[in-house]
């Protein structure tokens, strides 16, 4: 199997894991097990926490002491087992806490895997900036497989989905170590600083103007990644509870309806290489941070009815919202920092947006639906909504103002070297 393919089966398989519960686990926690609103915040602020904890010592592992992909392997492996252990879970607590360590050895393998396929491409004389969204699109696809095997076979709110999930992991955790080798580069300067011989160099990123303004906006905009995962399913679901629509395929098959934002992630995957070179970091930015408005003020007027086409226009919209921060964002990344801290500053790009961004949207917006949008049970999709879009419009005009960073085509070819 040629080097690409063999980084499309990890790409596929690392997304796989993760859609099979990421976005149904709402109807498991309301409607399953009939558990409160702002305690399910309190969950997805687990994968924050991780995050920020996880994907920047990691990271710094990957460049000083472990081979990047047998570390990466050893992580699968232990958040499968951790996922395998949810079913047997019976109070919202304990859940809180088995979901936090599985996310605590999941997260990191997101920028992991990325630092593993740029390290085997560039190794191989492959441009990055060319091959590697066509090989990221098959983490969409698996994210998508995953959430219509759910779905399709009636397990949206079941414990399935955790045990499909958990096998997945186990399987990429012992795939990964037959992949080439991603050596540490163990060499450190002579006379170097405690924080260079530890591998803490890529914290000094937060120095410069320019980097640290994009840590900061990636932890902003990373508060809006997981409210439609958090959300989306359950939003569409909650449909049948009104009899207009308690029939409708929205909300029968809420999780294929939601599964077209990955579909439309496939297409926007690979356009990223053109609109990257052709208008520069900040405009692609600024486009999926404006591309998060849509997102969620289709969502507001939508419905299953004649506002349908809001809906399923908001699940099109998403692959911009989602893709353009994401891969640009990491790309961004690999273009601007030294190759001996590469794998830390993926891990610190991680940890701004999935970690703070996740932790403190998690949080928050758990609180504030429960608090103001919830009332006798029944959330007011509508407000909450605009509300989210409100948020992500006053983030885009503040982008566009402060974040100063001008463009030359040729910055992003150095990827390749």
Known sequence: MGIKNRLTVMSFLQFFVWGAWLITVG?????????????FGAVFSTLGIAS????????????????????????HI??????????????????????????????????????????????????????????????????????????LSGNKASVNMFYISGFASLVLGIYSFTLPKCPAQKSVVKNASWTEKLGLDAFKLFGTYKMA????????????????NMYGDTYLSDFANTPKYADSFVSKYSTIIMSISQISETLFILAIPFFLKRFGIKQVMLISMLAWVLRFGLFAYGNPGDGLWMIIMSCVVYGMAFDFFNISGSLFIETTTDFRIRSSAQGLFMMMSNGFGAFFGGIFSGIVIDKFFTHDGVRDWHNIWLSFAGYALIIAIAFAVLFKHKHYAEDVATVTH
């Open 27 to 39: 109807n498991y926690w309301f409607g399953t097990k009939g558990w409160s609103g702002a305690e």
């Open 52 to 75: 920020i904890i996880m994907p920047a010592l990691t990271g710094i592992i990957a460049d000083r002491w472990i081979n990047a992909e047998k570390l990466y392997g050893i992580l």
């Open 78 to 151: 232990l958040s499968g087992l951790a996922i395998f252990y949810i079913p047997q879970v019976d109070n919202p607590t304990l859940f809180y806490w088995v979901i936090f360590l599985a996310m605590m050895f999941y997260m990191p393998t997101i920028s992991l895997s990325n630092s593993v396929a740029y390290n085997i491409l560039k190794n191989n004389n492959f441009d990055v900036v060319k091959v590697f969204p066509p090989i990221r699109v098959w983490g969409t696809i698996g994210f998508i497989a995953a959430m219509w095997m759910t779905n």
């Open 213 to 228: 303004l994009f840590f900061i906006f990636s932890m902003f905009l990373g508060g809006a990644l997981q409210l439609t």
